[in-house]
C-alpha cells in the first residue's frame, strides 16, 4: 500500500507540476491554492511544495521581465521607425537646457516669453511747453502702474530638420498690462477707466527657412533691419525709460525712442541672411512701404515701390573682450496718392543709414550708437518726415552707454539725443528740435527668470520756436523672462 500510496502521490505531484509550469503569470493565485491544495491533503510533503512553489515564482519573475524587455524594445523601436519616417506622432519633453517646449515626432515646439509691471512716478517742471513729437508728455505730475518698454510676450516657435534644412514657423503675442483707446491699435492712447481693456500687438508671424550652407530666409512680419540694433542692445529695454506720457500709460513706455535711435517696429518683410562668415553677417529685405505720419505736414500713402533695409553684423571674442560692430540703412520712396486727395506732386525719397558697436571686456559694456538720414522722421519711421511744402526733414541722433556687473547686480547709465531740422524754406514752430534722455539703472538678479529693476530718467524736449518740456522720471518694478 505504501507503494502504490508513493507512485499516486507522484504521479499527483507530476499533474500538479505540469499545471503549475502551464500556467502563465495571471494565473499565479490559482497555481498557488492547488498547491496549498495538495500539500494540506497530503499528496505533496513541505519540501516538494517549497520546491515546486519555488521553481514556479522563478519561472513567472523570468517571464515577466522578458515580457516587460519585449515590450520596452517594441516601443523603441516604434519611435525610431517613427523619427526616421518623418511622421511620428510620439510625444516626448523638450530638453531643458533647449527651452521650455515638447517634441512631437520630428517637430520641436518651443515656448519662451516675459512679463513686467512697473511703478511709474514722473514729475515735470512746472513751466512745461507744447512740443509737437516732444519725449515729454503733459504738464502735471503723474503716478502709474505700468509696462515698460517691453509690454508682456508669449512667442511660439514651431520647427523642423528635414535633410540640413530647418523650417520654422514663429508667432509672437504681445499682451499690456494697461487699458488702451484702440485708436491706433493695440498700443494706442492709455484708457485708465473701469471696464477697459489691454491690447494685444500679435506683432511677430513669419516663417524661416535656413541652414548652415545658404543661410535663411524670412517671409511675414518681424522686427526691422535699420534701427533694430540700437533698440536690442538698450539697458532700458529691461526697464522703462522715457515715459511717452504717464498720465495714461499705454503698453509700452519709449526708453531711448526718439531720444538716441528711431524704432525698427515690426514690419511685413521678406528678408534674406547670408551664413555666419568668420563673424561675418549681412541680411537684406523688401518692405512694405510706410506712410509718412502729419506732424505739421502731409500725409503721403503713395506705394508705388517697395521699402528696403540691410544690415551687416560682425561678432568677435578674443580672451574677455568681445563685441559686436554692425551698420545698416534704408531707403523707400514718399509720393502722393491721388485717389486719397494728397498733394500733387509731393515727392521725395526717404534714406537712412545707422552704425556702431557694442563691446564687452570682462563685466563691462559699452554700447556707441549713431544714425542720420532724410525723409526718415524721428521717434517712429516717417513720423514728421515731410514738411507741408513737402520737402523732406533731415535727422540723426546717437545713443552712447556703459554697465557694468558685481555679481548679481549690473549698474547702467546712458545718454541719448536725437535731432529733427526744419526742411528747406520750413518757418519755426512748436516740431521738436531735440529729444534728449539720461538714464541710470541698477537691475539685481533676484532668480534666474526674475530681475528687479530700478531707473531715474531726466528727459528734455525743445521746439524750434523755443518751447520746452522737462521730466524727471523714478521707475521701481520686475521683469521675468522664460
Known amino acids: 500500500m505504501s507503494g502504490i500510496k508513493g507512485i499516486g502521490a507522484l504521479l499527483l505531484g507530476g499533474v500538479a507540476l505540469g499545471c503549475v509550469l502551464a500556467a502563465g503569470p495571471a494565473k499565479a493565485d490559482a497555481t498557488e491554492d492547488l498547491l496549498r491544495q495538495l500539500k494540506a491533503k497530503g499528496i505533496l510533503n513541505q519540501q516538494e511544495y517549497n520546491s515546486i512553489l519555488g521553481r514556479k515564482q522563478a519561472e513567472d519573475a523570468a517571464a515577466t521581465r522578458k515580457q516587460e524587455d519585449a515590450t520596452q524594445a517594441a516601443v523603441a523601436a516604434a519611435r525610431a521607425e517613427a523619427a526616421s519616417a518623418g511622421d511620428g506622432l510620439y510625444v516626448k ?13 520630428p517637430v520641436d ?71 488702451v483707446s484702440y485708436v491706433n491699435g493695440a498700443n494706442s492712447a492709455g484708457a485708465p477707466q473701469g471696464l477697459a481693456t489691454s491690447g494685444i500687438d500679435f506683432r511677430q508671424v513669419y516663417l524661416t527657412v535656413a541652414s548652415d550652407a545658404f543661410g535663411e530666409f524670412k517671409a511675414g512680419r518681424d522686427i526691422g533691419l535699420f534701427g533694430s540694433e540700437a533698440i536690442l542692445s538698450d539697458m532700458l529695454l529691461l526697464g522703462v ?59 503721403l500713402t503713395g506705394h508705388e515701390t517697395p521699402g528696403f533695409q540691410g544690415k551687416l553684423t560682425y561678432d568677435f571674442k578674443s580672451g574677455d573682450f568681445g563685441g559686436r560692430l554692425f551698420a545698416g540703412g534704408l531707403v523707400q520712396e514718399l509720393s502722393a496718392n491721388a485717389d486719397a486727395g494728397e498733394p500733387a506732386g509731393a515727392e521725395t525719397t526717404a534714406y537712412g543709414a545707422d552704425v556702431g558697436a557694442k563691446l564687452t571686456f570682462g563685466d563691462a559694456g559699452l554700447l556707441a550708437y549713431y544714425y542720420a538720414g532724410k525723409g526718415i522722421g524721428t ?20 545713443l552712447l552707454q556703459g554697465t557694468y556687473t558685481i555679481g548679481k547686480f549690473t549698474l547702467g547709465g546712458s545718454y541719448g539725443a536725437s535731432y529733427l531740422d ?20 541698477a537691475r539685481y538678479a533676484l532668480r534666474k527668470w526674475v530681475t528687479v529693476v530700478g531707473e531715474f530718467i531726466h528727459t528734455e524736449a525743445e521746439a524750434h520756436d523755443g518751447s520746452d518740456a522737462t521730466e524727471d522720471v523714478f521707475a521701481l518694478g520686475t521683469i521675468m523672462f522664460f
Open 241 to 299: 525709460g522715457a515715459t511717452g506720457g504717464n498720465q495714461g500709460p499705454s503698453n509700452t513706455s519709449l526708453g531711448h525712442i526718439g531720444t538716441g535711435y528711431i524704432y525698427t517696429d515690426f514690419q511685413p518683410q521678406i528678408t534674406y541672411t547670408t551664413p555666419d562668415m568668420n563673424g561675418f553677417k549681412a541680411s537684406l529685405g523688401i518692405f512694405q512701404p510706410l506712410d509718412t505720419v502729419p506732424v505739421l505736414g502731409p500725409r
Open 422 to 441: 526744419l526742411a528747406d524754406g520750413e518757418a519755426p514752430s512748436i516740431l521738436v528740435e531735440s529729444n534728449t534722455s539720461a538714464a541710470l539703472q
Open 109 to 179: 515646439i518651443a515656448l519662451s516669453g516675459s512679463v513686467n509691471a512697473f511703478y511709474v512716478g514722473s514729475g515735470k517742471d512746472g513751466g512745461n511747453q507744447p512740443v509737437a513729437l516732444g519725449a515729454v508728455g503733459g504738464t502735471q505730475d503723474t503716478s502709474s502702474v505700468r509696462n515698460g518698454l517691453l509690454p508682456g510676450f508669449l512667442k511660439i516657435d514651431v520647427t523642423t530638420t528635414d535633410d540640413g534644412v530647418t523650417y520654422g514657423g514663429h508667432f509672437g503675442l504681445y499682451p499690456g498690462i494697461n487699458s
Open 379 to 398: 521717434t517712429g519711421l516717417l513720423y514728421g518726415s515731410v514738411a507741408a511744402n513737402g520737402e523732406a526733414r533731415d535727422s540723426r541722433g546717437f
Open 93 to 105: 519633453v523638450k530638453d531643458p537646457a533647449k527651452g521650455i517646449g515638447l517634441q512631437v515626432g
